[in-house]
């Protein structure tokens, strides 16, 4: 099937569906990998530089205010300190963004547990993750591809869902790895346009045509959205068979959880 996009309309319901070749680009794939080493350099540079002398600038402001005393100036200093805290927090998020670092240290499982938790604990939104125990075999290019779409889903439904719940689950279908994140917020409007970029779908796109994938949306007006990404297990299902399911939920610093 040619890679297209297709969007159904019936009241206020809007389907974007995203059709990939069956075969991988081995062009697409060298780009990818640029792109991902081109952020891992960025990342870095934000850590080493940018990071580090906001750090040095914060206690910089520290000691200001221990010098000044009680006064107006002091509390002027601390209201800096804190949107200065405010800032390191945002790049802190920024560079996890950039560079898989909970993927390359955590593995695939783990690191979809933590981006649940923390959207679940930076958000007030209930988490509800359904996920293998293990799912062992997985090459390196489709996990990086499967957390990157996770990453600009979470992202999407941060910004723009105004949702009060979402959901994460994985699980091997046949030959394919299947991905499916889903939310009850406000969902795409008539209106959107997905071709301007704006939800990060067209590069979720591109990432999982190179790996022969499809990226299928699904959005309905006031009744959530639901994302569905497959790519095909290269080395054939067999290796990758999961040993039971694990369902997580995480909501207000408490987390129920329960093997099946």
């Excluded at 805290?85 to 790049?91: A, E, K, N, S, V």
């Excluded at 670092?101 to 783990?110: I, K, V």
């Excluded at 090459?139 to 959901?167: G, M, P, W």
Aim: proline share 2%; glycine share 10%.
């Amino acid at each position: 099937m040619a890679a297209g996009r297709r969007t159904y309309a019936k009241g206020h319901k809007n389907v974007h569906e995203f059709c990939a070749p069956s075969s991988a680009s081995d062009l697409s794939l060298d780009l990818v990998r640029v792109q991902e080493e081109e952020r891992k350099r960025i990342s870095r540079e934000l850590h080493d530089e940018t990071g580090q002398g906001l750090m040095v600038l914060r206690l910089c402001l520290g000691a200001l205010a221990e010098e000044v005393g009680e006064s107006d100036t002091r509390s002027k200093i601390h209201q800096a300190m804190e949107l200065l805290d405010h800032t390191i927090g945002d790049l802190r998020r920024l560079i996890s963004r950039l560079s898989p670092r909970a993927l390359e240290e955590l593995g695939l499982l783990a690191a979809i547990r933590k981006e649940g938790r923390e959207l679940s604990r930076n958000t007030g939104m209930k988490a509800h993750l359904d996920l293998p125990q293990r799912m062992e075999g997985l090459d390196q290019e489709t996990q990086l591809t499967v957390y990157r779409c996770l990453q600009e889903a979470l992202h999407n439904i941060t910004k723009h869902a105004q949702a009060k719940n979402f959901s994460v689950r994985l699980e091997a279908e046949g030959s394919r790895l299947s991905l499916q994140i889903e939310d009850d917020g406000v969902g795409l409007s008539k209106k959107t346009n997905v071709r301007e970029g704006r939800y990060g779908l067209i590069g979720m796109k591109e990432r999982v045509a190179a790996l022969g994938g499809t990226v299928f949306l699904r959005s309905r007006k006031a009744k959530g959205t639901v994302l569905n990404v497959k790519v095909p297990l290269a080395g054939g299902p067999a290796v990758r068979r999961s040993s039971g399911r694990e369902v997580i939920t995480f909501m207000k610093g408490v987390v129920a959880r329960r093997a099946s």
